[in-house]
């Protein structure tokens, strides 16, 4: 089975928000950085009171959950995700902020929108998904107003590295599903401003510097399950009470499981 392919990550990874949620939690418990992620994202936004923007790859909305204070008044947004099942879960989420979103299923190698009709698009940890990110980009540059901005997340290569060596000691064939399945080496920190360089005038590359302390089993293990696909885990006769005993054992060792984290904005200008 491919677990890297749009079919896979549209019908089984990102059917629904289920997946996404257990690693939003784990970051929102135990990360280092004091500042919300989605709200250090939303920081960097520079559009007018009166703007549109449209954000791919939307997932559950979290960004705009996180930030339901904060949205002008008149900006006109556009939610998209090639999931319906995410879609749904985002209007569910997104029911009582009291600001209007338009909810689109599209590809983001396809968007269907004129010419020049959007003041920022937002990708948030999403284009290393694309199969054929020159086209996205191509489309994205399409759909931007003049001097309009990507904002483009991502990570970096030793993002949460210290998770092989984890997974290695339930077994060794797990690290490679997860590489597989969630391989950011795509589009990351280290190669994204090359992909970026021929299609916008200007960038800026903005880290988010972070880590992991994680002192509790279960929050972990829920993190890591998510990221394999049930048929390995039943292949390898890993299920998730293994894995949180496996991490427990450690959390009674160590008292802590340290994970670093790489992650970034790109900000860019057509």
């Known amino acids: 089975m491919q677990f890297n392919t749009p079919e896979y990550l549209q019908n089984v990874q990102y059917n629904n928000s289920g997946n996404l949620k257990a690693r939003i939690e784990l970051h929102g418990r135990f990360s280092t950085n004091p500042a919300d992620w989605f709200r250090w994202v939303f920081d960097h936004f520079q559009s007018a009171p009166q703007a549109s923007l449209l954000e791919l790859g939307s997932g559950s909305g979290r ?5 339901k ?9 556009t939610l998209s995700d090639n999931s319906p099942g995410m879609l749904a879960d985002a209007r569910r989420n997104l029911r009582d902020v009291p600001h209007p979103f338009e909810y689109r299923q599209i590809d983001a190698q396809e968007l269907p929108f004129p010419d ?6 937002i990708a948030n940890h999403m284009l290393y998904h694309v199969p ?22 991502t990570n970096g290569e030793n993002h949460m590295y210290e998770l092989d060596g984890l997974m290695d000691a339930i077994n060794p064939e797990l690290s490679r599903y997860i590489d597989v ?19 916008f005038s ?19 293990a829920a993190y890591v399950c998510s990221m394999i696909d049930q048929k390995v885990t039943a292949e390898m006769k890993v299920n998730p ?11 009674n060792r160590k008292g802590v499981i340290h994970i670093q984290k790489s992650t970034g904005l790109f900000v860019a200008i057509k």
């Open 63 to 67: 960004l705009w959950l996180r930030n």
């Open 69 to 77: 204070d904060r949205i002008p008044p008149g900006w006109q947004i």
């Open 116 to 121: 020049e009709s959007f003041d920022g698009v």
């Open 132 to 153: 054929n990110r020159q086209k996205a980009f191509a489309e994205i540059k399409r759909v931007l107003k003049p001097q309009g901005r990507l904002y483009a997340a």
């Open 181 to 199: 399945r969630f391989n950011t080496r795509g589009f990351n920190l280290e190669n994204g401003a090359a992909q970026l360089e021929p299609w």
């Open 202 to 220: 200007c960038m800026e590359i903005y880290p988010y510097i972070d880590s992991l302390q994680v002192s509790e089993a279960a929050p972990l």
């Open 241 to 251: 009470e293994k894995v949180q005993h496996h991490f427990q054992e450690i959390l």
